[in-house]
């Protein structure tokens, strides 16, 4: 079973910019969440989606959104980026409570985008 | 908002030695995980626990989840060089609620 794929795996922008990061979850998965993760500040968590919809959110200001597709593939954007915005963003498929399935709560990550801003 | 903190930030031990790293929530938690890291690597999820008390055991680790549901502990007996990496808790007050993580523990074992 191929696992979460995340795309780009580097970039580099500079401020002002914006960008946006892709997340192929595991076939079957329909949850995905999305973390930013910096030295010192382990992982902080920006949004979960399922089924399309946004089901929690972070403390991250509005330039952090993020959308899922009907295949639960999911994209977050970034706008007017700043320097501070320079990380590794970590992207998780799993299962989802409620769904009939065994759910473990066990989160399935892929292995980055290092953003970097100049 | 939840927090989940944890501590040391960092600990190096020499091979065989024993390590353990603590993880403490502000509010009662529906189950904790927990993940490693290696260095240049993704987390990996290890365990979850959702009872209150509970132990678990896989090979040299133990986990344990507090009687208050909010704290819970890592424990490595006799490290070894591929327990290096950075191990997570991480917490959700309800099934369904995000997972909320703490900022880790670096090991680094000398051989």
């Known amino acids: 079973k191929a696992g979460v794929t995340q795309t780009p795996r580097y970039l580099i922008k500079t401020r002002g910019q914006q960008v946006t990061l892709s997340c192929s979850p595991i076939s079957g998965h329909r949850s995905v969440s999305w973390y930013q993760q910096t030295p010192g500040q382990g992982l902080q968590f920006l949004f979960e989606?399922?089924?399309?919809?946004?089901?929690n959110k972070g403390n991250f200001p509005g330039r952090f959104s993020g959308r899922q597709f009907s295949n639960s593939r999911s994209e977050m954007n970034v706008s007017t980026l700043e320097l501070g915005d320079s990380a590794l963003y970590l992207c998780?498929?799993?299962?989802?409570?409620?769904?009939?399935?065994?759910?473990?709560?066990?989160?399935?990550f892929g292995e980055g985008s290092r953003l970097t801003v100049l | 908002g939840q927090q989940v903190m944890q501590i040391p930030q960092y600990q190096h031990v020499q091979e065989g030695e024993d390590f353990t790293t603590y993880c403490n929530s502000s509010t009662t938690l529906s189950n904790i995980q927990w993940y490693k890291q290696r260095p240049g690597g993704h987390p990996v999820f290890l365990i979850q626990l959702v009872k209150s008390g509970e132990v678990k055991k896989q090979k040299r680790l133990t986990f344990q989840f507090g009687e208050a549901k909010k704290n819970s502990s890592l424990h490595i007996t006799a490290t070894q060089t591929t327990d290096v990496g950075t191990y997570f808790c991480?917490?959700?007050?309800?099934?369904?609620?995000?997972?909320?993580f703490g900022a880790g523990t670096i090991l680094r074992v000398k051989s």
């Open positions: 998780a498929s799993s299962l989802y409570p409620g769904t009939g399935y065994e759910w473990t709560g066990e989160l399935f």
């Open positions: 991480a917490g959700r007050k309800a099934k369904g609620n995000k997972l909320v």
């Open positions: 989606y399922f089924s399309e919809t946004q089901r």
